[in-house]
């Protein structure tokens, strides 16, 4: 998949020091997204953070930031769009759309022009979904997004609409690494739904499977600052660097 990208103005509530702001063609629809560079020459490897149901916020773009500074270049944008009050998304494919066809609607054309990014490693591309962007990033690396990580927080693997775009129909195409968080208080998405993937994820793939719960953590605990946020900012931060050490030696 060919992508192409423009820089935009940034979004007047959502700007953050060091964000470039792009706009992706794809499919009809329009992607905003900000991109954050670590310091150096790169080239780095890529990392592209999908945001949930709620749509693009200030904490996926202050996620993005705090992933970037450990070496990683990362692209935190739109891939679903959402109802109002959030129109940020607005240009992106609507929510039927993805029910209809999750495969063709799960952020491929973010990945895609991540790739062709100035200082962009697009060999090492890696994922990280929070919440329903974890569904949608099970779904792209299962159906030839090639990328060579993925990291899932709080999705649930059986969402709560119809048709239901379950992650477990495509687990058999899922081959890269791939790290589950999950808070043990979700009251949005149970626990039992991870462990369950989890599970059976590990049972069909080859692939490392890191499962990881958070005692007492709600669902989006890592949109509020706090001590367990950072922690498990600097586990997936650990993870993909593992992953991508892995890679580079192969």
């Not at 103005?9 to 499919?27: R, Y």
């Not at 679903?80 to 209809?100: D, G, K, L, T, Y």
Request: hydrophobic share 50%.
């Amino acid at each position: 998949m060919v992508a192409n990208w423009a820089a935009v103005a940034a979004p007047a509530d959502l700007n953050a020091p060091g964000a470039q702001w792009i706009k992706v063609d794809g499919q009809g629809h329009k992607l905003l997204a900000a991109v954050f560079r670590p310091r150096g020459s790169g080239p780095f490897p890529v990392v592209v953070l999908l945001h949930g149901a709620s749509g693009l916020q200030m904490g996926h773009v202050a996620l993005a930031q705090e992933i970037s500074s450990a070496g990683f270049l990362v692209v935190v944008g739109c891939w679903q769009s959402v109802a109002s009050p959030n129109p940020v998304c607005s240009e992106a494919p609507p929510q039927a759309a993805w029910q209809a066809d999750p495969a063709a609607n799960s952020g491929k054309e973010l990945i895609a022009a991540a790739r062709t990014l100035p200082g962009a490693r697009g060999d090492r591309t890696g994922l990280y979904g929070l919440s329903r962007g974890g569904l949608a990033a099970l779904w792209a690396a299962s159906t030839g997004a090639n990328v060579q990580a993925v990291v899932v927080d709080a999705s649930g693997h059986r969402p709560r609409v119809t048709p239901l775009p379950s992650a477990l129909t495509v687990i058999a195409g899922l081959t890269a690494p791939t790290f589950l968080l999950h808070g043990t208080s979700d009251s949005l998405v149970p626990v039992e739904q991870a462990r369950a993937f989890a599970g059976a994820l590990r049972e069909a793939s080859r692939a490392p499977v890191v499962y990881a719960e958070l005692p007492f953590a709600q669902h989006a605990f890592d949109f509020f600052g706090s001590i367990r946020s950072a922690a498990s900012a600097v586990a997936v931060e650990r993870f993909l660097g593992v992953v991508y050490g892995d890679y580079r030696r192969s």
